[in-house]
């Protein structure tokens, strides 16, 4: 009998109140949502990161003839002595996975292959292109480790990490990050506006009839379970609404955006289906918690 009653005045309530309601719900949502997105960005950087970062090198170019007049290339062309005093030196380096040496034709052929329709390449020819060594790293955090190294080094023009290339990928996904959780930080508390207000509400225009049951002997648990538990509910139904919304964006990214965008492996559905009890609870219990103490005020007879 007290579950019956506690469902129909949270029917009640919710009818009393339908405008709100729907605030509180969309409200939720949107927060919810955006609190949800914002953590999978995050694992959607991390994710990128251990891909590529795997995959970047560290290329060591050495000196060509045209680069005589740079300090470090002052004399001259890179010696074959000198690039395999490099490769040596990589070899004793603990950091260092392997190493792949790249001529110059090569160098020039890879360009070519990646830039058909450029115009300098009926200016250049292979001569152009410097010799290296592509390096690979087993943590590539530790560039720096190889740029001090080998920069400066006789023979060595440059000592160039392919990081630097992500890393704007990276500044933007993060920035993306924090504008999401900024606008659901003010989501929150504009929800969290909206329960108290219609708890307020609630409680107001039942006032009578919570006052007869506090006259009767109802416990304060008993007179506020109905009002705590419409609040939950409606979070309810906002985190369910919250948990479409990022459902049906991960089905927009998988079905549309990678296919345009596949240079970025895009995470699964499963991280997605992980987050959601995240928000259910989040959400039910915040409605909670500010219902609760809403009520501590304004249910005083």
């Not at 309810?236 to 970025?264: D, E, N, P, T, Y």
């Given at each position: 009998m007290r579950a019956q009653f506690v469902l129909s005045e949270i029917g009640v309530g919710l009818r009393r109140n339908l405008t709100m309601t729907i605030a509180v719900v969309v409200s939720v949502a949107l927060s919810l949502a955006l609190a949800g997105a914002s953590l999978l960005v995050r694992d959607q950087v991390n994710s990128m990161k251990d891909y590529w970062y795997d995959k970047v090198e560290v290329s060591i170019y050495f000196c060509i003839k045209a680069d005589h007049n740079l300090p470090q290339c002052a004399a001259g062309e890179a010696t074959d002595g000198q690039v395999a005093d490099v490769k040596a030196a990589l070899d004793k380096m603990p950091l260092v996975q392997s190493s792949t040496y790249e001529s110059s034709q090569e160098a020039y052929k890879h360009f070519k292959d990646s830039n058909p329709d450029n115009p300098l390449l009926a200016a250049v020819g292979p001569d152009a292109m410097p010799q290296s060594w592509r390096v690979k790293l087993n943590d590539p955090t530790k560039f720096d480790v190889v740029q001090s190294a080998f920069a400066g080094k006789p023979g060595v023009k440059a000592v160039d990490d392919q990081r630097k290339i992500l890393e704007n990928l990276f500044g933007l996904l993060r920035g993306l990050q924090t504008a999401a959780f900024v606008i659901m930080v003010l989501m929150l508390f504009v929800a969290l506006l909206l329960i108290v207000n219609t708890v307020r509400v609630s409680a107001f225009s039942r006032r009578r009839e919570t006052g007869i049951m506090r006259l009767v002997g109802a416990s304060n648990f008993y007179v506020q379970m109905p009002f705590i538990a419409e609040a939950a509910?409606?979070?309810?139904?906002?985190?369910?609404?919250?948990?479409?919304?990022?459902?049906?964006?991960?089905?927009?990214?998988?079905?549309?955006?990678?296919?345009?965008?596949?240079?970025?492996?895009?995470?699964?559905?499963?991280?997605?289906?992980?987050?959601?009890?995240?928000?259910?609870?989040?959400?039910?219990?915040?409605?909670?918690?500010?219902?609760?103490?809403?009520?501590?005020?304004?249910?005083?007879?």
């Open positions: 509910f409606a979070a309810l139904l906002g985190s369910a609404l919250a948990s479409a919304l990022l459902v049906g964006g991960h089905f927009f990214v998988q079905h549309w955006l990678a296919k345009k965008v596949q240079f970025i492996t895009f995470i699964g559905l499963s991280s997605v289906l992980s987050v959601i009890p995240l928000l259910v609870v989040v959400g039910m219990g915040m409605a909670a918690v500010a219902a609760f103490f809403t009520l501590r005020k304004y249910l005083k007879v």
